[in-house]
């Protein structure tokens, strides 16, 4: 079956000049884009330069930082991560040396500092209200886990090889090639992330440079803040609803399109393609559908059916059915394109060995599809709920831009304000609390981070040697 | 799941579900294309105008063109999603050629150095980005910069030519080590020309994620000239006085095409680059 998909994969559109075709042509492309920004380019350069030479002052604050608390205040955080690293490790490892406990103790004590290093230990202090305190030991624990998931990778092998030969030989290479993806993820994606958890931790309005270190109390406030546990009940509800729908609709569409009839492809191409359009697009077009009077599309049929006309993007609830119907039939198409190849996957003769034993084919489905699907479906999951959670938003600012209001001028938020919009709308306007939208970017990530973390379960089985 | 006869009846308990849902599917589309061709008068008042479609396509196009800078928009997305593509497929690639062919130190934590990444969505993390970027001085002056350096390199694209080395028989690398071939002599020669319906799937992924770009282009360009095409879309649903449905339909309508079309072109390509993936 490799060996199909890869004789199958060399055609080349342009023969054997393909190649050297697209390399000549990326190459200046690229050259031209980057060479006509050479000044920003060169910013960047001196940003990084200036970031290094602050480094050694960074590691001194660092240092005067543990030196200046005291050690009952530090040392909880550490023995929390060494602990779990510990019991952890133990547990997870099959047959694991003292070396590797050890290991795992020092990775977990190391790696509870990545988070709570940042919030300068505040929580492990006496006067700390509780429910601080468990945030801080959630804290510890998170980054402990983050830095422990490759040692215990490590401890059962390493990264699989893909093979035992067939290796090149050199030092510097493999690090050469790696080195602008680790450098841009480095700087674009690893930085940033602790910058919002920073951000989230001290107390500053917009455009003011003025801040001041709070703790956690961004993120206390916001428990207490009516708009913003309503802003996180809409986001649950609208993401349940799109994940529910998205994936039942879909995985019944491509049981019917993963037979094998005459213009099977042509069937696919129509259920599959509004994954291409924008959820921008497909707001503006639910807009157009969902607009008031008897002009839309929902309400020409609605009237010519019943008679009367509702105002949907005006009714808290109808507006979050529009929101919903929007993304589910902007994401549906991805999920039957996956469901598809999923059914394709579902061994024939194991079903057909069920139909012969006498299994039915809603036995068939419950019994061996729909197990044999699970990995898609996890796949389908974490993405669909990425998307509801994340992706939605070009949905919602086309479509009801966050409204109707609820209570009195909005008092009580927007009736489709999700997480991802309200973040966004709070961050920046003048005024506004960026420490606030901090902490609200910090809870929506924690959010999905925890969601695609239960994957990784699954996803490490699969790139480790298992024994 | 029946055996595959090679002359079969057609299955009408097959097709005619399948149809009824393709053209529900496609029903907000053929409502946008028939929307597209109404004045704003004919939008806005009653009887409901489904059928047939109106004169007015071309007059709303070229108010696109004309009113809301879209051929500014649309040259400005292609150079963007390009270099997105390109860039990400580069980095991807070379990624990959690293961790499938090398054998080296800190192997395991550079993986999941890339892995983490999965779990840490550029959505969230947009406001620190932002500060970085007005440091920077991209937002204004290199706006291109700032849309295209921050996303330049993906886990997936990383994991999905991994992947796909990874099924390639390790003979082929060893012939070319006899041969003397430097890597990305081995990559050039030999990867690349079996990985093109992986690429193509890669850079179709990609790109519909490029185009479709929204939010981060609103937060950073805050320039009209500089824009994106999502915004373009945006902007023309409060295009008037009246909303104007066909203009804002006509703005979907070209701000949908390219993705669909690469879409459409390279389809064949694209399942079988999955197919591969699939595949554990």
Not at chain 2, 113 to 120: D, H, I, P
């Amino acid at each position: 079956m490799n060996e199909d998909n890869i004789q199958d994969a060399s055609r080349p559109i342009f023969g054997e000049y393909t190649a050297p075709l697209v390399l000549t042509v990326t190459v200046v492309f690229l050259g031209w884009f980057f060479l006509s920004q050479w000044d920003g380019i060169l910013s960047l350069f001196s940003w990084l330069g200036s970031g290094i030479a602050d480094a050694p002052n960074a590691l001194s604050r660092v240092i005067t930082h543990y030196t200046s608390i005291t050690p009952s205040q530090w040392l909880p955080s550490v023995g929390i991560g060494a602990l779990f690293g510990v019991v952890t490790t133990a547990r997870l490892i099959s047959k694991p040396s003292i070396r590797g406990i050890a290991l795992g103790g020092l990775v977990g004590g190391l790696g509870s500092q990545f988070l709570v290093l940042p919030t300068q230990h505040c929580t492990y202090t006496p006067e700390t209200p509780p429910i601080q305190v468990i945030m801080g030991v959630f804290l510890a624990i998170f980054g402990s886990v983050i830095a422990l998931i490759p040692l215990w990778t490590w401890l059962r092998g390493g990264v699989s090889h893909a093979g035992t030969s067939g290796f090149f030989r050199s030092r510097t290479l493999p690090y050469l090639f790696l080195l602008p993806m680790v450098l841009n993820l480095l700087l674009f994606l690893y930085y940033p992330s602790i910058q919002t958890v920073t951000l989230s931790l001290f107390s500053r309005r917009f455009p003011l440079p003025q801040e001041r270190f709070v703790c956690l109390n961004n993120y206390t406030a916001l428990a207490e803040d009516v708009i913003y546990r309503n802003s996180f009940i809409i986001t649950f509800v609208i993401m349940f609803a799109v994940v529910v729908f998205s994936l039942g609709i879909a995985l019944g569409i491509a049981l019917l399109a993963s037979q094998k009839v005459r213009y099977a492809n042509v069937y696919r191409t129509l259920l599959i393609w509004p994954f291409a359009l924008s959820p921008v697009v497909a707001g503006a077009i639910f807009l157009a559908m969902f607009r008031e009077g008897n002009t839309g599309l929902i309400n020409a049929l609605l009237n010519a059916l019943t008679g009367t006309t509702v105002s949907w993007l005006r009714d808290a609830n109808l507006a979050r059915v529009a929101i919903v119907a929007a993304a589910v039939w902007n994401i549906l198409g991805f999920n039957v394109l996956f469901y598809i190849a999923g059914l394709q996957n579902v061994p024939k003769d194991l079903l057909e060995a069920a139909s012969i034993d006498g299994a039915n084919r809603v036995q068939r489905f419950w019994r061996i599809t729909l197990p044999m699907l699970a990995p898609f479906t996890f796949f389908l999951l974490v993405t669909n709920v990425t998307y509801a959670f994340y992706g939605i938003y070009g949905a919602v600012d086309t479509l009801t831009s966050g409204g109707p209001p609820l209570g009195a001028a909005g008092s009580l938020g927007g009736a489709t304000s999700v997480l991802i919009y309200k973040l966004y709308e709070d961050a920046f306007n003048p005024g506004s609390p960026i420490g606030l939208a901090g902490a609200q970017a910090v809870i929506l990530f924690l959010l999905v981070a925890s969601l695609t973390v239960l994957q990784f379960r699954t996803l490490e089985s699969r790139i480790t040697y298992s024994e | 799941m029946t055996p595959s006869v090679k002359k079969q009846k057609t299955r009408w308990d097959i097709h005619v579900p399948l149809i009824i849902i393709c053209f529900v599917m496609c029903i907000p589309a053929l409502y946008a294309l028939q929307s597209a061709t109404l004045t704003v008068a004919e939008g806005a008042f009653p009887p409901p105008k489904l059928f047939p479609p109106g004169n007015d396509l071309i007059p709303n196009i070229q108010d696109l063109f004309e009113k809301l800078n879209f051929g500014q928009y649309i040259v400005n997305t292609v150079i963007v999603s390009a270099v997105i593509v390109v860039g990400k497929t580069i980095l991807a690639m070379l990624a990959g050629l690293a961790f499938v062919y090398f054998q080296f130190a800190g192997k395991t934590v550079l993986f999941f150095f890339v892995l983490l990444t999965l779990l840490m969505p550029t959505e969230i993390i947009l406001l620190p980005l932002f500060n970085m970027m007005s440091q920077l001085g991209w937002g204004q002056t290199y706006p291109q910069l700032a849309l295209t350096m921050p996303f330049l390199a993906t886990a997936t694209g990383a994991f999905l030519f991994r992947q796909h080395f990874s099924n390639i028989p390790r003979e082929l690398a060893e012939a070319a080590q006899i041969d003397g071939a430097t890597p990305l002599r081995f990559m050039f020669s030999v990867l690349i020309p079996m990985s093109w319906n992986v690429i193509v799937a890669h850079s179709l992924i990609q790109f519909i994620g490029a185009w479709n770009q929204y939010l981060w282009a609103v937060l950073i360009v805050n320039n009209n000239d500089s824009q994106v095409i999502q915004v373009g879309v945006r902007q023309a649903a409060n295009f008037g006085l009246t909303p104007d449905y066909g203009v804002l339909m006509a703005a979907g309508i070209v701000a949908s095409l390219p993705p669909l079309l690469l879409f459409i072109l390279l389809q064949k390509q694209f399942m079988s680059g999955f197919a591969i993936t699939k595949e554990k």
